[in-house]
């Protein structure tokens, strides 16, 4: 058996649109259980989003390299595509998602459901966002900072000023 097999990886993937200090917490915590972790960015031709996929990702990698809590175990790539077909080539053992409201409960349940029957070896596991987190949202964050309000404490410092940038834009 060769290192890698015995590495485990593991997939957190979401759309990150922007990343939140909720999506923060969850890659510090992550990257603690597993040996290796991809932060996998969806990109879904038919959804638009606010921030293009080289932006998200920049984002992403900037917050993670000016975060002492996050381990340089840590990739950020991009994947478009199935959600398993990429974890199967990527070689993750566990794909992991952030769960905080019970209103995530639903959609989370069906997702992980369907998943699991196109790779039962590929397990979805569960982390709670932690109590300060419990609440942020990527869409409630934009929402929030196109009202001119305070989104300081809800995003990374790289991402405040992504943000305020972008929506001067437009
Ligand atoms: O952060 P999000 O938007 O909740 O992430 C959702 C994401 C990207 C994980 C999900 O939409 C996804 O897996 N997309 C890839 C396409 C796919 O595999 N669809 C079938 C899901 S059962």
Request: proline fraction near 2%; include cysteine.
């Amino acid at each position: 058996m060769n290192n890698r097999a015995l590495k485990t990886i593991g997939l957190y993937p979401g759309s990150f649109d922007p990343i939140t200090n909720g999506h923060l917490d969850i890659i510090q915590r992550a990257s603690r259980i597993v040996d290796h972790l991809i932060v996998g960015v969806a990109e879904n031709k038919k959804k638009a989003y606010f921030f293009s996929m080289n932006e998200r990702k920049e984002l992403i990698q900037d917050s993670i390299s000016n975060n002492k809590e996050v381990s340089n175990n840590v990739n950020v790539e991009a994947f478009d595509g199935l959600l398993m077909s990429y974890a199967e080539k990527i070689k993750a053992k566990v794909i992991i998602r952030g769960l905080r409201a019970i209103s995530d409960f639903d959609y989370e349940f069906q997702m992980t459901g369907m998943n699991a029957r196109l790779n039962s070896n590929i397990e979805t596991i569960f982390l709670m966002a932690s109590e300060k987190h419990q609440f942020i949202s990527s869409r409630f964050v934009k929402e929030i900072c196109a009202l001119n309000g305070e989104i300081k404490t809800f995003v990374p410092k790289e991402v405040e000023k992504a943000l305020k940038k972008k929506l001067q834009k437009k």
